[in-house]
């Protein structure tokens, strides 16, 4: 199993621009979430999916727009990309049910210039 | 809403030190508690989890308790190796989200 995969892992976008960030994940997870990582600030939520078909807001969701595309896979959309989005950005998966742990991609590293 | 504060790094310690990093939360209910690892370019890991009350989760000789009481999930390990340098996060987890802490960069030297 690859488990959660990210692609790409870097980019660089200039300011305007936009992108889709791709997560994968094959260990047939109900639940899908992307994160951002900023220096001392540790993780904070964008968006998740609790299932197909279903997406929410977490705590910093201006900017992005999410898709999931269908159980396996949940992308994440910058439309116009701004520097204050640079970030290491981290998708994760999980069996639905707060005893279960997350699996967490290797991440894909973003600079807005 | 849930909130979890973590002990501030960075942190340093010599080979086979002790090590103790605090992390209290606040949630309504019951929340499960999770400690993760991040390695330097990597995404995060699973290091330990304790589901319920007086649980105690362990993991390559690091452990952590439950304490319902003083709502704390201290992370613990006897004796650390130069390959425990990484940043260490705990972690609720309450309804469908995680709320993770900070983080605590944990460095060992030789």
């Known amino acids: 199993n690859a488990g959660v995969t990210q692609t790409p892992k870097f980019q660089v976008l200039k300011t305007g621009q936009s992108m889709t960030l791709q997560c994968a994940q094959d260990?047939?997870?109900?639940?899908m979430y992307w994160y951002r990582q900023d220096p001392g600030m540790g993780l904070r939520l964008i968006y998740y999916?609790?299932?197909?078909?279903?997406?929410d807001k977490g705590e910093v969701p201006n900017g992005y727009n999410v898709s999931r595309l269908n159980k396996r896979e949940f992308s994440l959309r910058l439309e116009s990309a701004a520097p204050s989005q640079t970030s290491v950005y981290f998708c994760?998966?999980?069996?639905?049910?707060?005893?279960?742990?997350?699996?967490f991609g290797p991440g894909t590293r973003l600079t807005v210039t | 809403g849930d909130s979890v504060t973590q002990m501030e790094g960075p942190v340093t310690l010599s080979e086979e030190a002790f090590l103790t990093i605090n992390c209290t939360y606040t949630?309504?209910?019951?929340?499960?508690l999770f400690w993760y690892v991040q390695y330097p370019g990597e995404g995060l890991q699973l290091l330990l989890k304790?589901?319920?009350?007086?649980d105690k989760g362990s993991n390559k000789g690091f452990e952590a308790t439950y304490r319902k009481e003083t709502t704390s999930f201290h992370l613990e390990k006897g004796s650390v190796q130069v390959s425990d340098s990484a940043v260490y996060f705990c972690?609720?987890?309450?309804?469908?989200?995680?709320?993770f802490g900070t983080g605590t960069s944990l460095t060992v030297i030789p």
């Open positions: 994760a998966s999980r069996v639905t049910g707060e005893v279960y742990e997350q699996y």
């Open positions: 260990m047939n997870h109900n639940s």
């Open positions: 999916s609790a299932s197909e078909g279903t997406t």
């Open positions: 949630a309504t209910g019951y929340p499960s």
């Open positions: 304790a589901t319920k009350a007086d």
């Open positions: 972690a609720p987890s309450h309804g469908n989200q995680f709320y």
